[in-house]
């Protein structure tokens, strides 16, 4: 149900995965760093460097080293091709330094990396909806506030994301949550950025302890309607103007036979 009912706002973060079949096997095979000029993605000296692990014929673990200092998070993508295109499964913390990719396609080739990703961020909005569920006539509409959008802005200053003596400048300003019903929130703010690759709206449901991304927008957007979850019935919000750092290696390993059922 809740993939549904993130699904009807419009820039999804979706962590994606292949579906196999999943019984684990006690095998275990790590991987060697794929060549950088496959990719064109090339090691550097305090970038995270990466490992996989199969650690049963159709479940892969990664690991990871290295800081980047000033970096917001990092990203951990999937290809099963050299060239891509990459998918990113998950948006982390810095401080998660492994991830599991478990149930894959059997006999299937696949290729992962780690990048950071920088940026300021706006200043946190509380939001507090309304009890309701999500009901069939909300579901029925077509949340024509929700896609994402450019609003048109006058007379604003700029900074530069990759600059850190500007990135401050850059951060976003004026983010406004209005409530559309009971599940649904618009999301406005000014956007100051000059070179950014993309937002990130972000939220940290009640109790929760960090900052999680929950929507991935183009450049430029300063408008966004988002459907909740249910536990974000109370929520604190930010949106950060973001880009992408240097990678880590990438790694290949090649999935084995399906376990039997």
């Not at 401080?95 to 599991?100: A, D, F, I, L």
Request: net charge positive.
């Amino acid at each position: 149900m809740s993939g549904a009912r993130r699904a009807l706002a419009a820039a999804v973060l979706v962590a994606a995965a292949l579906a196999g079949c999943s019984s684990p096997q006690p095998a275990t095979r790590s991987a060697e760093p794929a060549p950088s000029s496959a990719t064109g993605t090339k090691l550097t000296a305090t970038g995270p460097r990466l490992t996989a692990t199969l650690t049963s014929p159709v479940d892969i673990t990664l690991r990871w080293t290295g800081t980047e200092p000033g970096a917001a998070g990092r990203i951990v993508e999937f290809a099963t091709e050299p060239e891509g295109p990459y998918t990113i499964l998950e948006y982390v913390p810095l401080g998660q330094t492994s991830y599991r990719h478990p149930d894959l396609m059997p006999q299937t080739p696949f290729y992962y990396r780690v990048r950071p990703y920088y940026g300021p961020a706006s200043r946190p909005v509380e939001v507090r909806l309304p009890k309701g569920d999500f009901t069939a006539k909300e579901q029925k509409s077509d949340h024509e506030w929700a896609p994402p959008r450019t609003l048109r802005q006058t007379a604003v200053h700029t900074g530069s994301v990759k600059d850190a003596a500007t990135a401050r400048a850059a951060a976003p300003t004026g983010l406004k949550a209005t409530v559309m019903h009971a599940n649904g929130i618009r999301f406005t703010w000014t956007d100051h950025a000059s070179d950014e690759q993309g937002y990130l709206l972000e939220d940290r449901p009640q109790g929760g302890d960090r900052f999680r991304p929950v929507a991935v927008l183009d450049r430029n957007i300063n408008s966004f309607g988002l459907i909740t979850l249910p536990n974000e019935k109370r929520a604190a919000y930010r949106v950060r103007a973001f880009t992408y750092g240097k990678g880590s290696n990438v790694v290949h390993l090649k999935t084995g036979s399906a376990p039997e059922r």
